[in-house]
């Protein structure tokens, strides 16, 4: 991953092409983060965009438990979760052989809690479940939050969306020193090369061969 750095110097390129040091890091990070955060917020339904993957194994999910509020509130271990894709449960300390996969729903039914979550509904930023009358071990698979850039050092969460970010920096920061026009032109600038790195996301994804399926393998999980 480029870090921070490379669309900041981007930016400063285009802002001050003579190099007298006008634009500090520390001056164009603001602006930065909000063309980081309309970045990924426009592509929120492209999990290329959105960010990597992640996997987190909650234990000894408490009998009873109907949500995981909990864990998606701030410091809690699914803080940075924007979506969940997949959800696994086993009885708590078994063996990962024991994980079964979760459906998810788009509404919950009634019922009383059985030995086993089941099914999961997502709704406003959480998740929920009927609730177990055991303790469960459960491995959520999800998309993660672009967390805010706090350094020119830090990593973008994504490759390819240096030269994105600068163009869209600069923008941002023309159009605040009220150079609209120009600020119009480097925002148009960067729409334009976010289409293309779409394109290639497309491309990319297409490109994917699938092999058959292995003998055995569990209902509704996909095999590359």
């Known amino acids: 991953m480029q870090p921070a750095q490379t669309a900041i110097a981007r930016a400063q390129a285009l802002l001050d092409p003579s190099g007298q040091g ?20 426009e592509g929120m339904t492209m999990r290329t965009i959105t960010a ?3 996997v987190v194994v909650l234990p000894a999910v408490a009998p009873g438990t109907r949500d995981l509020g ?7 271990m699914l803080a940075n979760m924007a979506a969940p894709l997949a959800l696994r449960e086993k009885p708590a300390g078994a063996d990962d052989g024991s994980y079964t996969e979760m459906a998810r729903v788009a509404e919950l039914d009634p019922a009383l809690p059985s030995e086993t979550l089941g099914v999961f509904e997502w709704r406003g930023g ?5 609730g177990a009358t055991q303790a469960v071990d459960l491995e959520v698979r999800f998309e ?5 850039l706090q350094s020119p050092e830090q990593a973008l969460a994504a490759v390819g969306i240096a030269s994105i970010l600068g163009y869209w920096t600069a923008g941002l920061m023309a159009v605040a020193m009220r150079e609209q026009s ?18 290639r996301q497309v ?17 509704g999980r996909q095999w590359l």
């Not at 006008?22 to 917020?41: K, V």
């Not at 909990?70 to 809690?76: E, K, L, R």
């Not at 491309?203 to 209902?219: E, H, K, W, Y």
Request: proline share 9%; hydrophobic share 45%; charged share 15%.
């Open 144 to 148: 993660q939050i672009w967390p805010a």
């Open 70 to 76: 909990a864990y998606v509130a701030p410091g809690g």
């Open 126 to 130: 959480n998740v929920y479940f009927p």
């Open 22 to 41: 006008l634009f500090s890091a520390e001056r164009l990070m603001p602006y930065l983060n909000i063309a980081y955060s309309t970045l990924r917020d």
């Open 182 to 199: 120009l600020g119009t032109q480097y925002v148009a600038e960067a729409r334009h090369l976010l289409f293309q790195w779409l394109q």
């Open 52 to 54: 990597s993957e992640a």
């Open 203 to 219: 491309l990319d994804a297409q490109a994917i061969t699938l092999r058959p399926r292995p003998f055995g393998s569990r209902p």
